[in-house]
């Protein structure tokens, strides 16, 4: 018989609110709720900023893979929440799925463009001359991998119908979150 998989993994594009769906996702079916960047800012005592600039990004993209496979099937149910670029790089879309369920919020490029346009934190943003573009591009490069996710919700959904669509979505499956729920 298959393990229940009792993880959540929230995955998508930078702004696509995958934090604040996944506290609030977290708080409602009483699991725990880990932010993969938080996390990796915490060990490495240093901002995600900070990291792209004095060690490159693919030694952050190592921190991430290490950090995935660290994660054990058997701590307390927990929504992760996930850096957008995590399920991209070293099949770590492969693990997660292997440990959880992977939900992927789909957000159009538009409402990504307006929820980025004023960031100044995301190291990959800084330098981009038409940041509309790059959002477009990256994300057309990124989708099919996003789409390999166990499922897709739309969000441009408020938060509390995505948290809603996410519980249905969960109270239908048998290897979900919520019937792993103690
Ligand atoms: C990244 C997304 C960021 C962070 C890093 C790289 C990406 O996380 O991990 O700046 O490649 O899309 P958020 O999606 O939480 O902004």
Redesign the pocket.
């Known amino acids: 018989m298959e393990r229940e998989k009792k993880h959540i993994f929230l995955i ?5 609110g ?2 604040s769906l996944g506290k609030l996702l977290a708080r409602k079916l009483n699991f725990d709720f880990l ?3 938080k996390l ?1 800012e915490e060990q490495e005592k240093s901002s ?2 900070e990291i ?1 600039n004095s060690k490159g ?1 693919s030694y ?1 993209r190592e921190l ?1 893979h290490q950090l995935l496979k660290n994660i054990s099937e058997n701590r307390f149910a927990t929504v992760f ?6 399920p ?1 790089f070293n099949e770590n879309i492969t693990l997660m799925k292997k440990i959880g369920t992977v939900v992927f919020i789909d957000v159009p490029v538009g409402m990504l463009y307006f929820r980025l346009k004023n ?1 100044v ?5 800084a330098s981009q001359k038409d940041l509309f573009e790059y959002i477009k591009i ?1 994300l057309t490069e ?1 989708l099919p991998i996003y789409k390999q996710a166990n499922y897709t919700i739309n969000g441009s959904l408020n938060k509390s119908e995505l948290v809603e669509e996410l519980i249905r979505f969960y109270s239908q499956n048998e290897n979900s979150g919520l019937t792993a729920k103690e």
């Open positions: 998508g594009f930078m702004g696509s995958k934090t932010d993969t960047d990796i995600i900023q792209f990004e952050f991430e929440s996930t850096g957008g670029g995590m991209i960031d934190k995301r190291p990959l943003l990256t990124r």
